[in-house]
């Protein structure tokens, strides 16, 4: 559960990211994640789409592969902030 949460959480960071200004950045505020079959092994993918961008706050959402097959799904909430 840990790394797909962490694939999820990554891959939602850097799809926001690569969104923002030069001045701004980003934090997960709020992450949940439903796991759907466990992972003994094979390669793991992390499909990530921003639902929503706004000013300050954005949802993603991320689909967690095994072999190409549907393992877990996540929503997120990150919060958009300037740099000082």
């Known amino acids: ?7 999820a959480d ?6 926001l990211y690569s969104l923002l200004e030069e001045d701004e950045l980003c934090a997960t505020v ?9 992972v003994r092994h094979g390669i793991l ?7 929503h961008k706004g ?4 949802t993603l959402e991320s689909e967690i592969m095994n072999n190409e097959n549907l393992v877990g799904k996540a929503i997120g909430t990150f919060s958009i902030f300037k740099l000082k």
């Open 1 to 7: 559960g840990g790394v797909m949460y962490s694939m």
């Open 10 to 15: 990554t891959g939602m960071g850097a799809a």
């Open 30 to 38: 709020e992450i949940k994640i439903s796991y759907f079959k466990p």
């Open 45 to 51: 993918t992390c499909d990530t789409k921003v639902i």
């Open 55 to 58: 000013k300050r706050i954005s």
